[in-house]
C-alpha cells in the first residue's frame, strides 16, 4: 500500500484546513486508514481513523473539530480540521492498517505516508 498525503499549509488560529490521503496498491486489505500527528521530540499520536465498517476514532483533542471520512471509490480518505489551534501544528502523517490472509493466520501490517506539515498561527 502507498499513501500520498496533501493539503497542509499555514493557517491562522480559527482557520480549516482539509487533508487528503490517497491509497493505492492493495487497497482492498485496508482495515483501517486515518492520521497520525507529530511535533519534534514527542511522540506520533492518533488524531483520526476510519476502519473499513465507517467506525471512527478521535483523539479527544481534536473530537468535535475534525472529522474524517473516506472515499471508498477514490480510495482516499480526508480530514477536515476546523477550529485550528496553534498547538495543532504538526507534521501530519497518513496511517494504513493493512490485515491479510486466511482466518487461521492473519497478518497485520501498518503502512505510512509523507508527512505533511500544518502550521497554525497565533
Known amino acids: 500500500v502507498q499513501l500520498q498525503a496533501s493539503g497542509g499549509g499555514l493557517v491562522q488560529a480559527g482557520g480549516s484546513l482539509r487533508l487528503s490521503c490517497a491509497a493505492s496498491g492493495r487497497t482492498r486489505h485496508i482495515n483501517a486508514i486515518g492520521w497520525y500527528r507529530q511535533v519534534p521530540a514527542n511522540q506520533r499520536e492518533l488524531v483520526a481513523t476510519v476502519t473499513s465498517d465507517g467506525v471512527t476514532n478521535y483523539a479527544d483533542s481534536t473530537k468535535g473539530r475534525f472529522t474524517i471520512s473516506r472515499d471508498h471509490a477514490k480510495n482516499t480518505v480526508y480530514l477536515q480540521m476546523n477550529s485550528l489551534k496553534p498547538e495543532d501544528t504538526a507534521v501530519y502523517y497518513c496511517?494504513?492498517?493493512?490485515?491479510?490472509?486466511?482466518?487461521?493466520?492473519?497478518?497485520?501490517?501498518?503502512?505510512w505516508g509523507q508527512g505533511t506539515e500544518v502550521t497554525v498561527s497565533s
Open positions: 496511517y494504513a492498517k493493512v490485515v491479510f490472509g486466511p482466518v487461521e493466520a492473519v497478518k497485520e501490517s501498518e503502512y
